[in-house]
């Protein structure tokens, strides 16, 4: 069983900048980030294959976001610059048994509990 904590969100401004963490438990794989906005969907931000070579990152945060790893914590950090209001969300960090970028949530099997990150303008 894997446990995930993230960590790190906040209150912000436009153009601001925040770093999410995720500290996993147990043998992890593929990792993700997601966000849900106030009544809609939990939607894909960015993914990490099992080794870091591979990501992929939503149109959305596309050269605003980066996804890293450190395998000797066994964390995975979301950092999130020129943040903007559209980004408000609960992040969820995302674990997958599968060692390949996903980006479907479907086929993530462990969740964190989220971290509230609101931007205002």
């Known amino acids: 069983q894997v446990q995930l904590v993230e960590s790190g969100g906040g209150s912000v401004q436009a153009g601001g900048s925040l770093r999410l963490s995720c500290a996993a438990s147990?043998?992890?794989?593929?990792m993700g980030w997601f966000r849900q906005a106030p009544g809609k969907e939990r939607v894909f931000v960015v993914a990490?294959?099992?080794?870091?070579?591979?990501?992929y990152y939503a149109d959305s945060v596309e050269g605003r976001f980066t996804i890293s790893r450190d395998y000797a914590k066994n964390t995975v950090y979301l950092q999130m610059s020129n943040l903007k209001p559209e980004d408000t969300a609960v992040y969820y960090c995302?674990?997958?048994?599968?060692?390949?970028?996903?980006?479907?949530?479907?086929?993530?099997?462990?969740w964190g509990q989220g971290t509230q990150v609101t931007v205002s303008s």
């Open positions: 995302a674990a997958s048994n599968r060692p390949t970028v996903l980006t479907a949530a479907v086929n993530y099997a462990y």
């Open positions: 990490s294959s099992w080794s870091g070579r591979n990501t």
């Open positions: 147990g043998r992890t794989y593929s």
